[in-house]
Every structure is written in C-alpha cells, then in structure tokens.
C-alpha cells in the first residue's frame, strides 16, 4: 500500500501510483468505520450497553430500524439471551448475543449500540438485525408488600 489519507469521515487508500483520475480515486474511497482504527473509535463513543455490567436476568427492550425485540439476559459472561421479537423470534428463544457490529466484519463484544446491528446465534442460524434505534433496561416491580 502507497498512500493513504483520511478525510472526514472516510479513508481513502490507494495501491500503486498516486492518480489524479477524480473517478478512481471516488471508487477506492471506504467508511473510515470499515478500518480497525474508525471502528474503535466511533464503536467506543457509540451510545450503548455493554451485557457485562447487568445482572442475571435483566431484562432490555431493543428498538431496531424495522422491529422490537425484548431480551432477558440469562448470562453476562457467555452472553447467553432469551430473545423474543421480530420475524425470527416469535416464541422466547435461548440465544447468543455475539454484540453489535456496522454490518461489517468488526464486532463490539458483549455490546448493543445505538446505530450498530446486532448480531444473535441461536443454534441453527445466525441473524444480524437491522441499526438499533433504543436500547433499554426494563425495570420490572415486583409484586407486593410482602
């Protein structure tokens, strides 16, 4: 790799001698979030919860671009769910919740993030949501006095 420059919000990198043909250097240009570097950058500022910090059993409404889902968390450190909503997920369904990505290849483990797309394993497929809009702990009463 010869040359790379970063502007705004994207990463130009070319191959080879500097060009001066706008058009192909236009064709070479990639979301600086598809560079490890971008990614951590905008994946760290990127408002979210991380699965580590709740207790068992928490319980979190995620709104995404195109559906709801409602998860309970069964283990922070395996990142073990149930999760229910969306056309996948119709009845409670025990699942991996890998963590969020830009539908890229680079992950945030054990993380919903607002913008990103999460991404959850059940035993016989793998989904990748559409971008989260809300993430929420639900705060469930308990029943009382006792």
Known sequence: MNESEVTGSRT?????????DKKSTEDQ?????????GFAKEALSTAGIGLRFLEPLSKLLVRTLNTSYELTLLDPEESTVLV????????????VLFGSSFGGNLLRVRWIGCGMRMEIKTQDRKIVTSPVRSVEVVEEELPGPF
């Open 12 to 20: 130009r990198l070319q191959d080879g001698p500097a060009t001066t």
């Open 29 to 37: 240009l990639i979301p600086r979030r598809s560079t490890l570097n």
């Open 84 to 95: 229910q909503g969306g056309s996948y997920f119709g009845q409670p369904t025990e699942a």
